[in-house]
Each structure stands twice: as C-alpha cells, then as structure tokens.
C-alpha cells in the first residue's frame, strides 16, 4: 500500500463537509471497541482517509480482537507448578558416546541426501540493539573474510549438501537443502536484494524461499489499537513465533510436504557459530523419535539472563521459562548430588521438529491466541508513547509437544549470539568474531597447522571457511605443517 503524498493532519477540508467513514467498517470497529481510528478522520485528506480504510481492512479484525482478550486476560496468571528436566531427556556432551556420535552424524547425513531436512531461519526481527538499519544477518562482523552472517550460513549449508553426497556417493549436484528465510515488512526488501546481489553465495536460487511473517498492531494497556500517524495503525512484527501461522497461511508446510521434506531444522539469525543444517543433532532426532528438540546449552551462573528448559507440573510438557519468570530461588537451587544448577538447560533457540508436528502445531497455537506482552515505546501521533507489542517466541510451540528431547551443545563451538552494538559489555559483533576466530583457531591447531601473529593470540586468530569444515573434520590435507599468519581466512 502506498503512503499517501501528504503527510500529516492538512486540515485541508476547510469549509467542506466532509463524507463520513465507511459505515460497514465503522459498525464492525465498534464490535471490537477500535472505532477510535477513525478519531481524525475529518481532519484527514482524501488519499490519507483511502489509505486508513485500506489500512483498516487490512486487519483480521476479529483474529486480532481474540489475540488482543486472550493475551491481556492470561497476563498475571499464576505459574504453573515447575520440576527439572528429567535426565533421559537430555544427551548431555559428556554422556555422549564415540559410537553415538558416528551413529548419529551418519544417519543425518543420510536423511539429508534423501532430502527429508529443510532449514528454516527466523529473520524477521528489527535488531534495533545492534543499531543496524539493514537486515540482521546483512552484517559483517568482522571476521578476516568479511562474510556476513547469511554468507556464512549459505556455506554452512553448501558444506552440510557435500558432506550428505560424499558419505552417501551420491552425486554432488543431487543433494539439496531447502532453505526457507522467514522474513518482516522491515527486513523482506533488503534480504531479498542481498541474495540476490551475493548470488545466494553459491546455492541455487530455487533452493531458497523467501517469506514474510505477519505484522500485529501495537495496542494501549486496554487493548486499544495505538495510530502510528492519523491514518495508520502502529504495528509489530508478531514474534518469531509468528512463523507457524506464516509458515501455515504462506502454504510452505505444504510446499515442504511435496518436496518430501520430514525434518524441519529452525533457528535464529543472530549466532555467528550456528550450524545449519547439523547432521549430528538431525541424526540424534531422528533416533529419538522425538515431534521436537533443541539445543541446549549449560545455564553459565543462576542469573544468567537465558530462558531454561524446564517440566510443567508433574510428568508434563517440557517449555521454556524465560528468566524475568523464573523463581529466583529456584534459578539457585542446586542438586545435592551434582552440585550443578537445577535448572540449567539454557533455551539458545536452535530447534528440530517434524513437519507433521508443525502443521499440528500451527492450529493448536492459533486456537489459543494467547501472545506475549512486551511494553516497549511505540511511535505514535503524540509521539513515542508506552504501549504494548504482542508476539509469540518460536520456543511457545514445546508445551505442545507429545515428544521432546535436548541436545547438550557447548557454547564454545556453537554459540555466539549477536546482539548488540559494538561497545556493549556482551553478545556484540565483536564477541562474536573472537569465538569464531578461537574455535577454528582451535581447529587448525588440532590438524597439525601452526599460526603467527603480531597481536596477541586473544585477540586474533584464523577464520575456517565453512567450505573446507563444517565442524573442523578434514582439515589435515589443508592445515599439517603449514603456518598460517593470524588473522586470515583459510579456504581452498
Ligand atoms: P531477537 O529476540 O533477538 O530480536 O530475535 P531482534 O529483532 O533480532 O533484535 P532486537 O530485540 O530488536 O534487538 C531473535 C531471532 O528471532 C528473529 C530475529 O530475526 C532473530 O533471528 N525474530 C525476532 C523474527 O524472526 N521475528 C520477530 O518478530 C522477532
């Protein structure tokens, strides 16, 4: 919808008597107790009152209306009763047997090569802590390559195809991973313009399906719609957990069905170390038997600002508790046994599920309609003004799990977040660089490569291109007896 030329109250109907809102729109407004949008509408010229009623009928008024009950009426609940995950739910790393893990990065591999995995990446968010106005995962953190984080999951994804051909002697050019990119109306535009300027880094342009997730309004603390500017609703992006309902509403999970993909691989933009597509976590899944599982990884200290895994009530759902919720005594507590936290399993959003369970999914979470609240400041016509935006996280999906199982990850292989700006304390581009450039530093020196460098070792290091390792396997022909000057990239 185009933004009308004038911006902004005109009070360009001087004199003239202006037609009133559309009656029918009007009457159904009133239903759900929003027909203050139209509170300006003398004041507005023609093309801004064209645009409100567009913007207006735009909205699934009723949907929105149930949302906006059903999430104000759960709010202040009281929590429902918590224990730790059970131990046979967890494949903890110093469990996890030599055998096991060879079992399991096979059978990923070959699931893979019979094309059953789909990898599916949640970018749809506004990164306003990292302060960049383009798309998150357009950012260049800094490493010797200069690769963004899409790049560097592109090759990811390019490494895991040919790892699936080799192991199954499968032709290179037969195995593909689909990979759907769910995106907003804040970050479609720029992410589609930035494959297509990198040539989607080396995958098949029709191996990537673009797609947007939905937008919800902004609303005052009693559910009233917020206007942005006299004829537009101020709105959010729903969530990451907007994906169900997009992935639902957009067919893809029937796409995915006809393509014969089984196992959906779904995690966040913003961790520099992530593995796509990770044959190990896909071959424990598929073992499992599991309808969802995600990574995990040790909760650092009790106060950790990390959501953690936990059991609802007795024998129940394993879900998410994020920490603002969690009991402080109980972020505490610790087993006598052990001497390990209670709850430790931190949530760092890198998922498994099975299509079937999404598509249950999608209609059991749209039934409830029960989204979180998060205040935040809204731009609004009288400024930014305090209100709420509503959403749904990726992880509200586990309640409704039948089977769910975790997989001990450790951060320093797999987890380096990206979320603020440069100059923050924690989880910036730089942290980021550095965990990258230690693991794979790590890498090289394990295969028998050597590393000089004229800053200190802490602060620097060498960048593996996912194209020669995926997780450091074969790189001796590459890296023995060789000496490499930090920083660099090694590639082929
Ligand atoms: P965050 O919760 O860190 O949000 O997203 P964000 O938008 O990236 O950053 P801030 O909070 O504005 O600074 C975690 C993951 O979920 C995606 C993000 O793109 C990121 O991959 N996400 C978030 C969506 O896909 N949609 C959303 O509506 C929100």
Not at 126 to 150: A, E, H, M, V, Y
Not at 194 to 200: L, N, Q, T
């Amino acid at each position: 919808m185009r933004e009308p030329s004038s911006v902004g109250i005109e009070g360009n109907n001087n004199g003239v008597v202006s037609p009133p809102p559309p009656q029918a729109l009007l009457e159904r407004l009133k239903d759900y107790g929003q027909e203050d949008v139209f509170a300006l509408w003398d004041e507005l010229s023609h093309d801004e009152r064209e645009y409100l009623v567009k913007d207006i009928e735009s909205l699934d008024l009723s949907r929105i209306d149930r949302i906006i009950r059903c999430s104000l009426r759960s709010q202040g609940l009281p929590a429902a009763a918590i224990e730790p995950v059970p131990e046979s739910s967890v494949s903890t790393v110093d469990e996890r047997t030599h055998e096991e893990r060879e079992r399991w990065w096979k059978m990923g591999l070959k699931a893979i090569s019979d094309g059953k995995l789909a990898v599916l990446l949640l970018s749809g968010g506004q990164g306003t802590r990292l302060g960049s106005s383009d798309p998150k995962g357009c950012f260049n953190i800094g490493l010797p390559s200069g690769k963004s984080l899409f790049h560097l999951q592109a090759e990811r994804i390019l490494c895991a195809q040919r790892l699936a051909a080799h192991a199954t002697e499968s032709s290179a050019s037969s195995v593909q991973i689909h990979w759907y990119i769910m995106t907003s109306p804040f970050t479609d535009e720029a992410t589609r313009k930035f494959f297509e300027s990198h040539k989607f880094f080396g995958l098949e342009a029709e191996q990537v399906t673009f797609f947007q997730q939905g937008t919800i309004p902004c609303v005052s603390k009693d559910g009233r719609y917020i206007m942005e500017t006299p004829y537009r609703v101020a709105k959010a992006p729903d969530g990451n957990g907007g994906v169900y309902s997009a992935l639902k509403s957009t067919r893809l999970l029937e796409d995915m069905a006809s393509k014969g993909i089984k196992y959906i691989d779904c995690y966040g933009v913003d961790n520099a170390l992530v593995r796509v597509a990770d044959p190990s976590f896909l071959g424990y899944f598929i073992d499992k038997g599991v309808a969802a599982a995600a990574k995990v990884v040790r909760k650092a200290y009790p106060q950790e600002k990390v959501g953690v895994f936990v059991r609802r009530g007795k024998g129940g759902p394993l879900t998410v508790v994020e920490y603002s919720e969690l009991d402080p005594s109980l972020a505490s507590a610790v087993n006598q046994g052990t001497g390990r936290l209670r709850f430790c399993w931190s949530n760092v959003c890198l998922h498994m599920f099975t299509l079937d369970f999404l598509n249950q999914v999608a209609n059991s979470l749209e039934k409830d309609s029960i989204y979180h609240l998060a205040e935040k400041k809204i731009p609004s016509i009288h400024g930014y003004t305090m209100g709420l935006k509503l959403e749904q996280f990726v992880f509200d999906v586990f309640p409704y799990s039948p089977t769910t199982a975790l997989f001990e990850i450790l951060r320093e292989e797999e987890f380096a977040p990206v979320k603020n700006a440069n100059g923050s304390n924690y989880d910036t581009p730089d942290s980021a660089k550095l965990l990258v450039l230690r693991l794979h530093t790590r890498w090289v020196i394990a295969a028998g490569g050597f590393l000089t460098h004229s800053v200190p070792l802490y602060a620097t290091g060498v960048e593996v291109s996912p194209l020669c390792s995926y997780a450091g396997e074969n790189l001796e022909p590459i890296c023995r007896g060789r000496t490499f000057h930090a920083p660099c990239e090694i590639t082929f």
